[in-house]
C-alpha cells in the first residue's frame, strides 16, 4: 500500500515485502492478546502465538526504530498502535471494489476489514442485471461512474475481483480517478505507472505451490 510518511515510516530504508506481511501476523496477535486481557509480552512469546521465530520478529522490529525494554519486554497495547500507525491501519481507508460477481460479493461481505479498519466505500460492475442491487446496504454502481464517484470518496486503494479481460481497464479507471494501490484477484499481470502499487492474488498459483510441495512430502514419507 502506498503510505504517507509519518514518524514511524519517515525516513527509513526500504522494507521488504515479507517484513510487511509478518507485521500483519504481529498486529492480529497482538489484538487478541490485548482482548484476553495480556497487557506485556516477551518475542519469545511472540514466537509462540506467531509462529515467526524472536530473532525475525526483533530484526522486523527494527526497521522502524526502537521497541520494548530489555528484562520487561513489549506493552501490548502500545506495540499494536505502532503497528498499525506503520501499516497506515490507525485510521479508515476506504476501498473501492470493482466486480460484483461470486467473489467480489464475498470479500464485501468479509467481517474482517472493517475490523482493519478497511472500508468497502463502493461496489461498481458492468453487468446491467447487477447495477441497482444492493449488497450489504451499497448499491451496484455502473463501472463507467468510478471516476465520478471517487471524486467524492478520494478512496486511494481499490480491489479488482473481475475477469482477467476486464483487469487492465478497470486498473486503468481506478488509477485515472485518484487510486494509487490496487489488489488484483485477476489472473494476469496489470501495467500500471510508476508510483502506483500492485498486489496479485491467485488462487491457482497457491493451489499449485500447495500441490508440489504436497508431492514432495510424500514422496520423502515413502
Sequence with gaps: MVQTPTEDTAALPKVPTPTLERLTTYLRCLVDLGASGVRTISSAQIEEHAGVSAAQFRKDLSYFGEFGKPGVGYQVG??????????????????????????????????GLEEHKFHIVALFDTDPEKIGKRVLGMDIIE????????????????????????????????????????????????????????????????????????????????
Excluded at 79 to 88: D, F, K, M, V, Y
Excluded at 152 to 179: E, N, T, W
Design 78 to 111: 502500545e506495540l499494536e498502535n505502532r503497528i498499525a500507525r506503520i501499516l497506515q491501519l490507525h485510521k479508515l481507508q476506504p476501498i473501492l471494489l470493482v466486480g460484483a460477481g461470486n467473489l467480489g460479493s464475498a470479500l464485501a461481505s468479509y467481517p
Design 143 to 222: 463501472f463507467s461512474r468510478l471516476g465520478e464517484i471517487n471524486e467524492v470518496l478520494q478512496a486511494r486503494i481499490a480491489i479488482l475481483a473481475v475477469p482477467a479481460s476486464a483487469a487492465q481497464a478497470a486498473a486503468d479507471s481506478a488509477i485515472q480517478s485518484g487510486v494509487r494501490a490496487l489488489l488484483n484477484f485477476a489472473p494476469t499481470p496489470l501495467k500500471v505507472p510508476a508510483g502506483v502499487v500492485v498486489r496479485h492474488v491467485s488462487f491457482l498459483q497457491e493451489l499449485a505451490v500447495l500441490s508440489y510441495h504436497l508431492t514432495e512430502t510424500e514422496k520423502r514419507g515413502q
